[in-house]
Structures are given as structure tokens and as C-alpha cells.
């Protein structure tokens, strides 16, 4: 991992990132001058510069001026809405079976070994790394139940550098009796426990935040529902993040345990829970009044695709264009252990996939996703989905760079011909490419990964 740069850093080539309009554009940049203050934030975006104007239009005594070669692109770290870190390690598991079967089979034996904070330290630094590896430059992270393992998950996002919500989970009912919180006291003691460590390790906020994170209804009390509204009421700095609708087994046990809500949307809502800091995962069963809901709310969707399609109890194909037509705020989410594979790329991919699908459901009324729009979803859509479109996303003047370098020259990854232009191989990269095609890795500025050429 690259120290910080003492000096501002330059950048000319390829740059290919979304447009904050109605459209989310893809904006393909083939001689682009990316200019970043030593604090990590963009100060200039030069969008057609020849080769012999760089030198010009950068003071070489205080900026380190990176050529991109010809077979590398810039583009904007990934942004992962929804991410299980303790399941980095039964990634594949278990799949085909009902949610709530996954989860007792599955999930929770292997998120009760946190409690081993060795254990916690071993699989938390392996999954940050893997997930940096892949691109993933800010996530929003699902811890254990325990705080010592969720501080340990925040301390090493911060000495890794990325960029990480972090959240305890909270469960105090209808969960093994070895992995659930003792009382609904001790959840929110250790949940402002937890948010005092982050605040301790990073103040400003820099890179880290703690999210508040009850698991979904079924796991939480009434009682430890409306104590997490009140801290979120009380700090409205915290994002929320929870599972939302996510499939039919679990909105039927949801409503079977308060039968005086119609629906999750008011659950949530009537704990002080739903608010635009809210990140909700899955959200695949959608009333008319739930799409309203969101709306109104300003909450985010974490849409995954991969998990919705092998686990869970059933092809579920979230209504993702019906989002986006309502401008309701859309991200992608791996999920890390609930689906076949935990890149952001084949997020995108299976995203495209389960929109197709439901464009064949709808009848063609949900159109599917084109491939700028899939992008937008795991980069600026992300960002916007945790509040933090006016941080990152894109490579907007103003922004933080959190950037990856991508070579399609890597490994013979990617077929290329002569004739392929810079749309042709970003489209090539996006469909085809993998984490070998991502050589490096920045964090407001910041080398956090890099391969050795």
C-alpha cells in the first residue's frame, strides 16, 4: 500500500465516469487531465488535452504528473451498498435454499465465531483486501453482533484506507441463543459503543462511519427498534442501513410478528428508521405503496442482484427501472456471502441480467438495463444511495478521488482488435474483465492497492 502523496498528483489519459444528469450519461474522456490536491480532492477536470499541453496546464515542481499508457483507463471506485464482512468466508454456501433457512443453516454459525476476536482480525483483513482488490473503494459493511470484532472491522478499514460504513448488528430475538444480543439494553449499549470507537479513531469522518444496523424486523424487538430510531434521531449524521422486502418467506414472518403493520415500509417508518440516510437491501416485492414510501422518504435501494438470484427462495428480480423511473436513489450491492461471487462487476452484469428478466415479467413495461446505466449503479448511484454524491462517484470537480486504474492489457483477460475504440473497451472491461484488469486502486488520492507491472 502507496503512503499518502505529500504532493498533488495529475493524471492524463483515459477517463470514463457517469454525469450527475437526469440520464446519469456515460462520459468516455480519450485525453483527459485529471488534477488532485495533496489533500486527495479534484481541482481541475481538463476534458481534451493534447499531448504537449499537459506540462502546461500543471506546475511540475508541486505536482507528480501520471501518464496513463495507452492500454489504461481511469474510472471511479466501486461503490458497495450492501455487504455481509463476516460472510467474506462462506461465500457460495448454501445456495437455493429459503432466506431464513440460509440463515440459520448457514449464516449465523458462522458469524457467532466472532465473537473470537482473532478470528474476527484474520477474516475482516482478507475480506478488505478482496474487496480492494476488486475495486471496491467504499462499502457499506454488515458487521457480527459483537463490538470488539465490528471496532476491529472499523480500525483495519481505516489503516487499509477504504472508505467504509461500519455497523453492528442488532439482534435480540428469533436467533441461535449463542448469536443474539443479551437484552435490548446491552444491542444499544454496545451500538453506542461502537459509534464512539469510530468517532475516537477517525473524528472528522474522514473515511469511516458507523451505521446503525438492525439485521431486519424478525431479529429486532419493538423495543430495540424504537432505541435505534432514538439514536438516529439523536445523530443524524449515522446512515441506517437493514433488509427491506427482501423475499416472501421473510415479509410473511415479518408481518406475523407485527400484524399492526401493513406493511415494512410503516414498520420501519414508525421506528423512526426510514429517513434518507436509509440504505434498504433487496427491496424485491414492492407495493404501490412501498415505491410511495421511498419516495416521499428519500430513502436508498441496495439492489442485489446476485444474492436475489440463489438465495432466498426463488428468481427475484427487483423492480429496478420502476426505481429509477420514480427517482427513487438505486445502488448495487454484493452481499458478499449471499450469492455466487462477491465483484462488483458481476453485480453489474447480474444486475443487467434480473432487469432483462423483469423487462420479460412486466411485459415489456420494465425496460432493461443498458450498460452506462449498470455502471452509474455501482459507482455515482452508490453514491448517492449513502449520501455521499457530493464526496464521490464521479470525477466532478470538488470531489474526492477515489479512482481505479484499469489495463486491458492484463493477463489476456479481455480479447481486444485493432480497431476498438475507448467506448468498445470499456465495454469489453465491464463485460468480460475481472479484478486482474485493476492494477490500481486510490482513496482520496491515495495508493491503497497497487500490482507491480
Known amino acids: 500500500m502507496g503512503s499518502h502523496e505529500a504532493k498533488a498528483q495529475a493524471f492524463y489519459g483515459a477517463v470514463i465516469h457517469s454525469l450527475s444528469t437526469p440520464g446519469h450519461d456515460l462520459e468516455i474522456l480519450p485525453s483527459a487531465l485529471l488534477i488532485v490536491e495533496a489533500q486527495g480532492v479534484i481541482t481541475a477536470l481538463h476534458k481534451d488535452v493534447k499531448p504537449g499541453e499537459v506540462e502546461g496546464l500543471i506546475d511540475t515542481t508541486t505536482t507528480t504528473l501520471h501518464r496513463l499508457s495507452p492500454s489504461q483507463f481511469l474510472i471511479p ?29 448457514i449464516t449465523f454459525p458462522n458469524e457467532g465465531r466472532f465473537r473470537d476476536p ?43 484506507g477504504q472508505r467504509a460504513f461500519v455497523g453492528k448488528c442488532n439482534m435480540t430475538r428469533n436467533s441461535p441463543d449463542d448469536y443474539r444480543d443479551a437484552s435490548v439494553e446491552q444491542s444499544l449499549h454496545d451500538t453506542e459503543s461502537c459509534i464512539a470507537h469510530i468517532r475516537k479513531i477517525d473524528p472528522e469522518g474522514k473515511l469511516l462511519k458507523h451505521v446503525l444496523t438492525p439485521r431486519f424486523a424478525i431479529s429486532c424487538d419493538a423495543e430495540c427498534l424504537a432505541g435505534l430510531g432514538q439514536i438516529a434521531a439523536k445523530n443524524p449524521d449515522l446512515p441506517i442501513q437493514t433488509h427491506f422486502n427482501e423475499a416472501e418467506q421473510e415479509i410473511a414472518a415479518t408481518r406475523g410478528l407485527f400484524p399492526q403493520f401493513s406493511s415494512e415500509a410503516d414498520l420501519y417508518d414508525y421506528y423512526g428508521l426510514l429517513t434518507k440516510r436509509s ?160 492494477v490500481r486502486v486510490l482513496v482520496k488520492g491515495r495508493v491503497v492497492r497497487e500490482v507491480r507491472i
Open 77 to 105: 471506485g466501486f461503490i458497495d451498498t450492501h455487504n455481509h464482512a463476516p460472510q467474506w468466508a462462506q461465500r457460495g454456501l448454501g445456495q437455493g435454499q429459503h432466506i431464513l433457512d440460509w440463515l440459520s443453516a
Open 118 to 160: 482473532s478470528h474476527a482480525q484474520r477474516i475482516y483483513s482478507s475480506a478488505i483486501d478482496g474487496f480492494l482488490r476488486q475495486g471496491i473503494t467504499t462499502a457499506s459493511y454488515y458487521g457480527s453482533i459483537h463490538p470488539e470484532a465490528t471496532n476491529i472491522l472499523a480500525d483495519l478499514c481505516l489503516a487499509k
Open 279 to 438: 440504505i434498504l437491501a433487496h427491496c424485491c416485492y414492492m407495493a404501490p405503496h412501498d415505491f410511495d414510501k421511498l419516495k416521499e422518504l428519500q430513502c436508498g435501494v441496495a439492489h442485489c442482484p446476485i444474492s436475489n438470484m440463489t438465495v432466498g427462495g426463488g428468481f427475484m428480480a427487483a423492480p429496478i427501472r420502476e426505481f429509477l423511473n420514480r427517482g427513487i436513489k438505486v445502488g448495487l450491492g454484493t452481499d458478499s456471502g449471499g450469492g455466487f461471487s462477491s465483484s462488483m462487476l458481476d453485480a453489474i452484469r447480474q444486475a443487467m441480467i434480473a432487469s432483462h428478466a423483469r423487462e420479460v415479467q412486466s411485459m415489456g413495461r420494465d425496460k432493461g438495463l443498458k450498460i452506462a446505466e449498470a455502471f452509474y449503479l455501482a459507482t455515482l448511484g452508490g453514491a448517492e444511495v449513502c449520501c455521499l454524491e457530493d464526496k464521490v462517484g464521479n470525477f466532478e470537480v470538488g470531489k474526492e478521488f477515489d479512482a481505479l486504474v484499469v489495463d486491458w492489457e492484463r493477463d489476456g483477460v479481455m480479447t481486444m482488435v485493432v480497431e476498438d475504440g475507448l467506448g468498445t473497451v470499456f465495454e469489453k472491461f465491464v463485460m468480460t474483465g475481472d479484478d486482474r484488469n485493476i
